[in-house]
T-cell receptor
Framework: NAGVTQTPKFQVLKTGQSMTLQCAQD?????MSWYRQDPGMGLRLIHY???????DQGEVPNGYNVSRSTTEDFPLRLLSAAPSQTSVYFC??????????????FGPGTRLTVL | AQKVTQAQTEISVVEKEDVTLDCVYE???????LFWYKQPPSGELVFLIR??????QNEISGRYSWNFQKSTSSFNFTITASQVVDSAVYFC??????????FGAGTRLTVKP
């Protein structure tokens, strides 16, 4: 049981480049989410999904796209990277029961630098 | 929108001291969930506790205890007899029933030997 896995661990991009951060979980969790962590700001929710085929925006969605074609995978796409997207990105998952919010399990994070 | 405030940016204590980390939240929902996570220097996020808005019982788990007070919108975390391994950044988080979780800015705890 690997839990939540993220690839890559580190990435350096040039401004304007695109890339996809991968996230997978093997716990059959319905809910998955992406956060970014910046110094002094805690974690901020980018996008989340309550099940395959369903995604929604969080607090800071601009510049990011997501899709959820399977229960296991929830990739985060940066279409045109900007220096403001330099951050540590965490993917998380949790069981999703109707109107009950459970604890989230986090991946190890991806440290992204945009030059 | 919901909001979490952790006013203590950094706390430094000497081993075996007790320490309390403060968390104040804002929400308009009557149903909500509060969480504490620990982020040690290695960077991963470790779940510590979940509390729903209908359960105001305080909880104790070993050296850790949590005080939930709806009257003051606070969910404080106390570590008794702190140890060096407790050094980490601690995050308080709030989620209303729509799964939109908001984190506080975190409190960096340093426990010196």
């Amino acid at each position: 049981n690997a839990g939540v896995t993220q690839t890559p661990k580190f990435q350096v991009l040039k401004t304007g480049q695109s890339m996809t951060l991968q996230c997978a979980q093997d716990m059959n969790h319905e809910y998955m989410s992406w956060y970014r962590q910046d110094p002094g700001m805690g974690l901020r929710l980018i996008h989340y999904s309550v099940g395959a085929g369903i995604t929604d925006q969080g607090e800071v969605p601009n510049g990011y796209n997501v899709s959820r074609s399977t229960t296991e995978d929830f990739p985060l796409r940066l279409l045109s990277a900007a220096p403001s997207q330099t951050s540590v990105y965490f993917c998380a998952s949790s069981r999703s029961l109707w109107r009950r919010v459970n604890e989230q399990f986090f991946g190890p994070g991806t440290r992204l630098t945009v030059l | 929108a919901q909001k979490v405030t952790q006013a203590q940016t950094e706390i430094s204590v000497v081993e075996k001291e007790d320490v309390t980390l403060d968390c104040v939240y804002e929400t308009r929902d009557t149903t909500y969930y509060l969480f504490w996570y620990k982020q040690p220097p290695s960077g991963e996020l470790v779940f510590l506790i979940r509390r729903n808005s209908f359960d105001e019982q305080n909880e104790i788990s070993g050296r850790y205890s949590w005080n939930f007070q709806k009257s003051t919108s606070s969910f404080n975390f106390t570590i008794t007899a702190s140890q060096v391994v407790d050094s980490a950044v601690y995050f308080c988080a709030l989620s209303e029933s729509n799964n939109d979780m908001r984190f506080g800015a975190g409190t960096r705890l340093t426990v010196k030997p």
